[in-house]
């Protein structure tokens, strides 16, 4: 859905999205049809093994968003998630290329996809 006059779509706050890796394109394609280039998702949206490093799939699906120039949000309320060891370092890291950053509120996850 897109965010009121905001230029995202946004995922529902507690329902999966992608249950695969590949599934990642299904956010490109909303993207394109919206005619927006950012997406604000919740950690439920993401695959099961997004936040653990060793998975792989947070950096399989960051990157595939990337290379569709896809900006990415992500509500992640601190307790909710079990977060790999590594996990915080790379989305720090992530961070400094404005593709992609964490929040603890949909709030600030909005103001940061419009500015």
Do not use: H
């Amino acid at each position: 859905m897109i965010a009121g006059t905001r230029k995202f779509v946004e995922g529902p706050e507690d329902a999966p999205m992608m249950r695969r890796v590949e599934d990642a394109s299904l956010v490109i394609e909303q993207c394109y049809s919206a005619g927006v280039t950012a997406a604000l998702l919740y950690a439920p949206n993401l695959t099961p093994g997004f936040f653990d490093l060793s998975t792989r799939e947070a950096g399989e699906i960051l990157q595939k968003l990337r290379t569709y120039r896809i900006r990415i949000a992500v509500v992640c309320i601190p307790g909710t998630v079990r977060v790999s060891t590594m996990f915080n370092e790379m989305a720090i890291e992530e961070s400094r290329g404005g593709w992609f950053r964490l929040f603890e509120s949909a709030e600030a996850a909005r103001a940061w996809l419009s500015g």
